[in-house]
């Protein structure tokens, strides 16, 4: 008879590089093994524990939790945990192990352990040589809990570990267990778990000897297989162990922080009263009736799921804020709340929009709501710190991110690991792009001079496959906190970032909603930086006191600049697919952005919605409805499904679903591609609009569309949180845009565009722009009267590449006291170094104190802080006669220094060139006649290839008099990749395609010239 077996010692992949299957392929493993249960036992971690928790679930097999540790005396033990004491006594232990040591490792030593540690049981992993000293120490740390793990892997001494173990166990009084010591789910995972070992040890494979484990047997085993090395009782004991761990992650309870409730209050009772508040405040003259009814379901139901203290601790949060004067706005599912707006969290008014509360919260999905608020971006870190100081870093901490491998890193860390030099890693890493496959792959390092059939070279290609998608290490999320009533250590265990004052918490996202925890997404948005900025400008320069509220809604001249896509820079619309939609949609009122913002995403575009709105838009399509329930959910979007809230309304209205169950069937949708699932809820959605009078086309219309918003849907509420920055964003833009321009060179990385094309955009439209010189520029970007009292851009210090914050800021400092009289009275005022006065000497920001960049370079070289007391300050030096740079170095020189140029466009200078090669500026390419063919050039400025697209890759070339948008299918670029992919100028022939004022060039044949550019240094904005 086989006995049963339970697995006590398995790592997964989230044994950063050492485990080679995922927590799901483990557990399904042991399942179809006929495991009694399996125990996920990472190394300091539980990082995939979640993971295994729904996989065990969902294959009926019993999950034990626990890790691995390797103490700072070599003692090696597994830690199982038996209850729910026993689970928050390990995530201690992990907490403590993990905050003791730089991130990504962890240290503990025997005085680490707490006395008495209950609810654990330890497994001892004894070494080649086994110190008995350790089994004792174990035995006394954990009486009666306590076992000597026996592993067995085939060796040539089997037989004489065995028998020494059960002797040395016997003399300890300890009980022996057979455990396995598990890497991998099936053993044909051998070579991926050697090449992640080499890549752990930094070392190539063949070089990595002993090291390596001597076969494949840490695998899930078949337990016939086992019982021919174990004796029974040795496999018996694995079912003693587990028979002894009750705990499962479904026990765990999250305690809300309750500080935030005033005393004699209740948390509902406090919600209720700052909800009637806000009501008072929002709605002056009075609320409207159906405002005051969704406000008091909203309550009922968040008292009936008792997350009242997460509305407190968001509002709190919210208020800190802005009492500090940072700008702030909810977005996501919670603009689907009223009482997020009547708390101040959210601005989406619930009079103006259809929200669905159910999307945020609902009885049957159980799970805590999700409340994202943006804050600025440069002043996020206030708030988390506000955060931390609240709650403690026992109670507060950061949600991980995993990071995972993609093809170039995988590409990367296996060639390395199979003896490739760094020159043919590196070659190899670049041939390859984001979306290429297996196959792909292997006509990539062909072209790049690799021999396919080269059996290491399909070795690389194999594992990289493999490797793909396998977690590499923990990250933290932009800004989802956890925070806790109790310590938030004895939920999950924390540990430290590797930013300063950060500590991370081992699960992310999903796993935190799979658990029902609470998260507070405190995200940094670069826009609402940029937007205070501009008018803290706006107000310093006119000296008003103009806020986002005192910004006209409705203006005419904003929907008139934003229908003829002059959108460069402002929120959301400022994309080149964006940009295309504009002239067609022709937003005329906000709620015309709101659908901008959400139209042109994968969700209405695989579900096939875009172009039967617009042509119903421009009517050329009858609107049509086929009840009047549909009518009231689509009537809005013209009958067309435009927001996620809309098929989930359509399944309650047409097919008899609850709000929940439609949720459950958005959150269905979002998960098929992967696991597959959803025909009952096609039965149901299908069946229930049949009964309900609908036909079958339609149902399986709406049974399209709800596949396609499922993963990529964008929820209405969410749109009009982002339609408001829209709005505002575009009114700066056309009525104070050198205000606009100027808050976006200081908010820079952001958005879709250069400084270069910004500085570009803004002098089309009549914005001044000045040099920097550091006899009038600020650190950041300034304001300064121009011409007829416009205001114009002074570029600040801070754009110079390599010029330290700090030097910029003494040069200001020294200005302010007085003007400087020469380069070394700059030098000696405000302490700049040689290296300092070179970088201003290179940007040209020298000029009226030396002259051009090679007369103010050489006068740098004659600083000398060694010498400078012995020389009387301004002391008149010969001077050599340089020859002043042509105006391509001239050029060139900005673009090295500041990243673009107020002098001529690179390819005004280049225009003769180009002209004698037949090809056409921008300008002309946007005059020419559709279906014309023509050829044109321009600087790459973008290269972008949608998930939705089929393939095909959208390139934007700039030049003199503007841009020109490219369309490549799929198949030109394969043919001409090198070109597409490499050249920083490219020239193309192709087609005109105008529709409109839409305007592209279908391309079909191509040239790099980017020789022509010489030592011009450009970037381009790609596959972001």
Request: charged letters at 25%.
């Amino acid at each position: 008879m086989v006995p049963g077996y339970a697995e006590l010692h398995c790592v997964s992949n989230y044994s950063f590089l050492r485990g080679a299957s995922d927590p799901e392929e483990l557990v399904h493993r042991a399942a179809q093994l006929g495991y009694a249960a399996l125990a996920l036992t990472d190394e300091c971690s539980v990082s995939g524990v979640v993971r295994a928790h729904l996989a065990a679930k969902k294959a009926g097999i019993r999950l034990l939790v626990g890790c691995e540790l390797r103490l700072a005396c070599g003692l090696r033990l597994v830690l199982l945990a038996q209850s729910l004491a026993g689970y928050e006594s390990l995530c201690e232990l992990i907490t403590r192990a993990r905050r003791a040591a730089p991130k990504g490792e962890y240290r503990l030593d025997r005085g680490g352990f707490p006395e008495g540690t209950p609810g654990l049981l330890a497994l001892w992993l004894p070494g080649a040589e086994p110190a008995r000293e350790e089994g004792a120490w174990l035995a006394s740390r954990f009486p009666g809990r306590a076992w000597v793990a026996v592993e067995l892997h085939k060796g040539a001494d089997d037989g004489t570990r065995l028998a020494s173990l059960l002797c040395l166990a016997g003399e300890l009084g300890l009980p022996a267990v057979a455990a396995g010591d598990v890497h991998m789910h099936r053993r044909r995972r051998k070579r991926l778990q050697d090449v992640l070992t080499a890549i752990r040890l930094r070392t190539p494979l063949a070089q990595a000897g002993r090291r390596l484990q001597p076969n494949a047997e840490r695998y899930l085993r078949p337990i016939g297989r086992l019982a021919a090395l174990y004796p029974p009782a040795l496999l018996a004991a694995t079912g003693d162990v587990a028979a002894r761990c009750a705990f499962s992650l479904d026990e765990i309870r999250y305690e809300y922080p309750r500080e935030l409730v005033p005393a004699g209050q209740t948390p509902a009772s406090h919600l209720r009263h700052l909800a009637v508040e806000g009501l008072a405040r929002r709605y002056p003259a009075g609320p409207p009736a159906a405002v005051v009814a969704t406000v008091e379901h909203e309550l009922a139901l968040i008292a009936e799921m008792g997350y009242e203290p997460f509305f407190l601790t968001v509002h709190d949060i919210v208020v800190f804020a802005r009492g500090r004067g940072i700008l702030c706005q909810g977005r996501g599912s919670a603009a689907n709340s009223a009482v997020c707006f009547c708390l101040g969290i959210t601005e989406v008014d619930p009079g103006r929009m259809a929200v669905l509360f159910e999307r945020f919260i609902s009885r049957e999905r159980n799970e805590p709501p999700d409340i994202d608020v943006d804050f600025e971006h440069q002043r996020r870190e206030e708030v988390i710190q506000y955060l931390y100081a609240k709650y403690g870093r026992e109670r507060a901490a950061l949600t991980a991110v995993v990071i995972t491998y993609q093809p170039r890193s995988a590409l990367r860390d296996v060639g390395k690991a199979l003896g490739l030099s760094l020159d043919q890693v590196d070659l190899l890493a670049k041939s390859l792009s984001w979306w290429d496959d297996r196959e792909t792959l292997k006509t990539r390092l062909a072209e790049a001079g690799f021999d396919p059939a080269n059996r290491l070279v399909r070795q690389v290609v194999e594992l990289t496959s493999e490797l793909v998608g396998f977690p590499r290490h923990l990250s933290q999320h932009p800004g989802g906190f956890v925070i806790d009533d109790r310590r938030l250590s004895r939920l999950v265990p924390v540990e430290n970032a590797t930013m300063p004052e950060r500590t991370v918490i081992q699960w992310d996202k999903d796993d935190l909603d799979a658990l029902g925890l609470l998260k507070v997404d405190v995200l940094g948005l670069g826009m609402l930086s940029c937007i205070r900025r501009a008018l803290d400008l706006v107000n310093g320069y006119r000296g008003t006191a103009l806020d986002v509220a005192g910004i006209p809604p409705e203006d005419p001249a904003v929907y008139e600049m934003v229908q003829r896509a002059d959108t460069v820079g402002v929120f959301q619309i400022e994309s080149r697919a964006q940009m295309s939609m504009l002239p067609r949609l022709k937003p005329a009122c906000f709620y015309d952005l709101v659908i901008e913002v959400a139209i042109v995403r994968p969700g209405p575009i695989m579900g096939g919605m875009v172009h039967p709105y617009l042509r119903r838009r421009q009517g050329l399509e009858a609107v049509t409805y086929p009840s009047e329930a549909v009518r009231g959910v689509l009537e809005r979007t013209l009958g067309v499904s435009i927001f996620q809230e809309q098929v989930m309304q359509l399944a309650v209205v047409a097919a008899g679903f609850t709000p929940g169950e439609a949720d459950q069937l958005r959150r269905a949708m979002a998960a098929w591609r992967r696991r597959g699932g959803i025909e009952p809820f096609r039965d149901k959605l299908v069946k229930g609009m049949r009964e309900r009078g609908y036909t079958q086309a339609f149902a399986e219309q709406i049974y399209q569309q709800i596949q396609g918003f499922g993963e990529y849907g964008f929820p209405e509420s969410h749109a009009a949180s982002f339609a408001l920055l829209v709005y505002v964003s575009c009114w700066l833009k056309r009525h104070e845009p050198a205000a606009f321009a100027c808050a976006l060179l200081n908010s820079q990385p952001l958005g879709f565009y250069s400084p270069s094309q910004i500085v570009q955009d803004a002098r089309r439209h009549g914005v001044e722009v000045r040099p920097v010189d550091v006899m009038a520029s600020e650190v950041e970007s300034t304001l300064e009267p121009g011409a007829g009292g416009a205001p114009a851009i002074r570029l600040g210090l801070g754009r110079i590449s390599g010029l330290k914050v700090d030097s910029a800021e003494r040069v200001v400092s020294a200005r302010n006291k007085s003007v400087f009289r020469s380069v070394d009275d700059l030098a000696r005022r405000a302490g700049l170094e040689k290296a300092d006065l070179a970088d201003l000497a290179r940007a040209d920001a020298l000029a009226n104190l030396a002259g051009h960049r090679r007369e103010a370079l050489w006068e740098t070289l004659s600083v000398d802080a060694a010498t400078r007391l012995a020389l009387p300050a301004g002391l008149e030096q010969a001077r050599p006669a340089l020859a002043a740079p042509t105006e391509g170095q001239e050029v060139t020189g900005d673009y090295a220094s500041l990243g673009l140029t107020l002098r001529r466009h690179p390819l005004a200078i280049l225009r003769g060139r180009l002209r004698r090669r037949g090809l056409r500026t921008a300008e002309e390419v946007a005059g020419a006649r559709h279906g014309q063919w023509i050829r044109t050039s321009g600087i790459v400025t973008c290269r972008q290839r949608p998930a939705t697209a089929s393939g095909v890759l959208f390139v934007t070339l700039e030049d003199e008099t503007g841009y020109v948008n490219l369309v490549v299918w799929n198949d030109v670029v394969e043919r001409n990749r090198r070109q597409i992919l490499g050249a920083r100028l490219l020239a193309v022939g192709g087609k005109v395609q105008k529709e409109g004022l839409v305007v592209h060039v279908l391309a079909g044949r191509f040239e790099d010239l980017s020789e022509l550019l010489g030592e011009l240094r450009t970037t381009s904005h790609d596959f972001h």
